[in-house]
């Protein structure tokens, strides 16, 4: 069975600090992403990888970075967390078309 | 740009009653469908999937959803709902096979009254 896991499930963090979540599949997925749930938003796109060194923007990346340097990793950075950033951020791995393994989800708070 | 519309965000039922959860995507090629579901402190997983063939499609926990591709719809239906399908649902479409992203809808609270 997939396994996603985020390294938190509770994070909290201050204003502009620089804030790094990691997401680690073991199922040798090519593709990673990034999510953001929001009450009455559903789940939007941060970032996705699909494959090492690569990634692409989503619809929200604003604020936001990644990194992938391995195939099983895929990190979302905070480069200077802002109030506007509070949400359940949630990592997924699939292979190209299928459904997506979700982790269980960080949520953060930045006071 | 494609987007997936959610009917409802929150449905209230009694056990028993039976639940029928609407959703319209906007893109016109070849697509792959999802349900997911979120309980109470758990993480998403899938409920059923569409990619081709039968477009009446079966999930776990007695869950079914019809593709309907004149209508753009993907409906989640269950003739009888239970206390434990209290969660949150998200329909999402992938563009194609090939397709890398997935967007989803603002997802439908359920709560189901015991």
């Known amino acids: 069975d997939v396994k996603v896991t985020q390294s938190s499930r509770y994070l909290v963090k201050r204003t502009g600090e620089k804030v790094f979540l990691e997401c680690v599949q073991d199922?040798?997925?090519?593709?990673m992403f990034w999510y953001r749930q929001d009450p009455g938003l559903g789940l939007r796109l941060i970032y996705f990888?699909?494959?090492?060194?690569?990634?692409e923007k989503g619809d929200i990346p604003e604020g936001y970075s990644v990194s992938r340097e391995k195939k099983e990793r895929f990190s979302l950075i905070l480069e200077s967390a802002s109030t506007n950033q509070t949400s359940m951020y949630l990592c997924?791995?699939?292979?190209?078309?299928?459904?997506?393994?979700f982790g269980d989800g960080t949520r953060l708070s930045i006071l | 740009a494609q987007s997936v519309s959610q009917h409802n965000h929150h449905v209230i039922l009694s056990e028993a009653a039976s639940l029928e959860l609407g959703c319209n995507y906007s893109?016109?090629?070849?697509?792959?469908l999802f349900w997911y579901v979120q309980y109470p402190g758990q993480h998403l997983q899938l409920l059923l999937k569409y990619f081709s063939g039968d477009p009446l499609v079966k999930g776990i926990k007695g869950f079914e959803a019809e593709f309907i591709k004149s209508k753009f719809s993907f409906n989640l239906r269950k003739p009888s709902v239970q206390w434990s399908d209290t969660a949150e649902y998200f329909c999402a479409v992938t563009d194609g096979p090939g397709g890398f992203k997935t967007i989803f809808g603002a997802g439908t609270r359920l709560f189901v009254k015991a």
């Open positions: 893109y016109g090629g070849t697509v792959n």
């Open positions: 990888s699909y494959d090492v060194k690569m990634k």
């Open positions: 997924a791995s699939t292979l190209q078309g299928q459904p997506q393994h």
């Open positions: 199922m040798d997925h090519e593709n």
